[in-house]
């Protein structure tokens, strides 16, 4: 399966460069609900929630009254996750809050668990330079990929893996670290950063894994209406 992203920042749609450097931005809303809209499943991740610096919670709405969506960025408690959900949201994707002075925080991942059930949870495993990113990226820990998927997987329906070494640079992902990830877990498998073929987004159904895709198709890199017919 392909997943969509849509990337929101300072009320628009965004491509970042490793989670950096703004590459493309967008304000037609309508345009793209349009072209995803016969995905089963579309990301949604509010960067300016993710490293602090406001929200765009007012047009998450929009996006979530016409598209299946998965909604990440700033989610660090199961009140902000509940608000979430209400709005709409098919699942929630967390990640800094499963990671607490340093290392991996299964109470935390329990407790949400427990009070929003395992199925509405995607647990965030961004690497940069092979350790776990926290904090929109901008805070790198010691902790291996492979660990936390190992130690969490009990307590999420789904874990997305990003690399962010990668991310935006349309240069494909590195197949041997999705593979041991792959490995890891017997959970659903989303993955992220550079995916930019047909092929490797094949490639990865292969191996039981989906693909979450923006900077390509926002460029129109890929064939859409052979990915929706991959994906239906």
Same mark, same amino acid.
């Given at each position: 399966?392909?997943? %969509?992203?849509?990337?929101? /920042? ?14 493309? +931005?967008?304000d037609? #809303?309508?345009?793209?609900? +349009? $072209?995803?809209?016969? *995905? ?22 929009? #996006?979530?009254?016409?598209? %299946? ?7 660090r408690s =199961? !009140?902000?996750? +509940? ?17 607490? @002075? ?6 935390? &991942?329990?407790?949400? &668990? ?8 995607? #647990? ?6 092979? $350790? ?5 990226? $901008? ?5 291996? %990929?492979?660990? /936390? ?9 789904? *874990? ?6 990668? !991310?935006?640079? /349309?240069?494909?992902? %590195?197949?041997?670290?999705v $593979?041991?990830?792959? !490995? ?10 550079? =995916? ?10 292969k191996m039981?894994? @989906?693909?979450?895709?923006? /900077?390509?198709?926002?460029?129109g890199?890929?064939?859409? +209406? ?7």
């Amino acid at each position: 399966m392909l997943i %969509p992203s849509i990337d929101l /920042m300072n009320g628009k749609i965004v491509q970042l460069v490793q989670g950096k450097k703004k590459a493309l +931005e967008f304000d037609d #809303f309508e345009g793209w609900i +349009e $072209r995803f809209s016969h *995905f089963p499943l579309v990301q949604l991740i509010d960067l300016d929630a993710a490293i602090g610096s406001g929200d765009n919670r007012a047009i998450l709405g929009q #996006f979530l009254k016409r598209l %299946p969506c998965q909604v990440g960025g700033g989610i660090r408690s =199961i !009140e902000s996750a +509940e608000e979430i959900l209400e709005l709409g949201a098919r699942r929630v994707i967390l990640g800094s809050t499963l990671v607490r @002075d340093g290392e991996i925080n299964v109470d935390s &991942a329990k407790e949400i &668990a427990a009070s929003l059930g395992a199925e509405k949870l995607v #647990f965030a495993v961004d690497s940069k330079g092979g $350790r776990v990113a926290i904090r929109g990226w $901008r805070e790198i820990t010691s902790i291996a %990929p492979v660990d /936390m998927v190992q130690t969490l997987q009990h307590w999420c329906g789904a *874990f997305l893996y990003t690399h962010i070494d990668t !991310e935006g640079l /349309m240069q494909g992902i %590195p197949l041997g670290t999705v $593979r041991a990830l792959r !490995e890891a877990t017997s959970k659903q498998l989303i993955v992220a950063g550079g =995916i930019s073929s047909n092929d490797e987004i094949e490639k990865l159904h292969k191996m039981g894994v @989906d693909a979450v895709v923006g /900077m390509a198709l926002y460029l129109g890199k890929l064939d859409l +209406e052979k990915i929706q017919r991959s994906s239906s």
